[in-house]
């Protein structure tokens, strides 16, 4: 079956740092992977996937994520995180549906 | 160009009350997804079209749940009966084919209370 985890519930970041947020996968064969933020009282909106190639992805807003094969894992990072960034992400993967992860709590602090 | 529209994005029913809720997506995009977001959880899957066919229902948490589409568009969502737990907000999303790689938009959700 295929799944994903959110490790952290939540993940505080200072305004200016970097942030990752933690997300690994299974599944049998190629993943597809996504990342979607959701803002409050709205719906989600597409960062980034990865198919296939480049192991480092690039996004929306000045988001990236890593594939990482071997550690069978897809984290979401961002260089210099903005307060505007504060959020809930969810790590995804796709197999005819998207199987979400539990989602984490982005804070970052001014 | 228009994103995935929802209507209504709000709806408050009693329980025991018929649902309809509304997904319009965006031009061009063959397949549709249903999921629901109860407070505070993740996202679950309902239901997918590819066309006007849902070739897999089981996602649908009971037989209350239905689910149509029609002229590879617009899709409603109904909820038979409701009952409190189905207080949620339901999202619907839309791609361009039904390819695991394809990028899925979503609509901002339709909020429904049931009392």
């Known amino acids: 079956a295929q799944s994903v985890a959110q490790p952290e519930d939540q993940v505080n970041v200072a305004e200016g740092n970097p942030l990752t947020v933690k997300c690994t996968y299974s599944?049998?064969?190629?993943?597809?992977l996504f990342w979607y933020v959701q803002y409050p009282n709205r719906g989600l909106q597409f960062l980034l996937k990865?198919?296939?190639?480049?192991?480092l992805v690039k996004g929306s807003y000045g988001f990236e994520a890593e594939f990482n094969k071997s550690q069978t894992s897809f984290h979401l990072k961002k260089p210099s995180a903005l307060v505007s960034d504060s959020a809930l992400y969810f790590c995804?993967?796709?197999?005819?549906?998207?199987?979400f992860g539990t989602g984490t709590r982005l804070l970052v602090s001014p | 160009g228009a994103g995935v529209s929802q209507s209504p994005s709000n709806k408050v029913t009693e329980k025991g009350k018929d649902v309809e809720l509304r997904c319009d997506p965006i031009?061009?995009?063959?397949?549709l997804y249903w999921y629901r977001q109860r407070l505070g959880q993740g996202l679950e899957f309902l239901i997918y079209?590819?066309?006007?066919?849902?070739?897999?229902k089981s996602g649908l948490p009971s037989d209350r749940f239905s689910a149509e589409r029609t002229g590879e568009s617009v899709s409603t969502l109904t909820i038979q009966r409701t009952q409190q737990e189905d207080s949620a907000v339901y999202l619907c999303?839309?791609?361009?084919?039904?390819?695991?790689?394809?990028?899925?938009?979503f609509g901002p959700g339709t909020r429904l209370l049931v009392l």
């Open positions: 999303a839309s791609s361009l084919a039904l390819l695991y790689q394809e990028t899925q938009y």
């Open positions: 599944v049998s064969g190629n993943p597809y």
């Open positions: 990865y198919i296939t190639g480049d192991n």
């Open positions: 995804a993967v796709c197999f005819q549906k998207l199987v």
């Open positions: 031009s061009g995009h063959t397949a």
């Open positions: 079209f590819q066309g006007n066919s849902a070739p897999d």
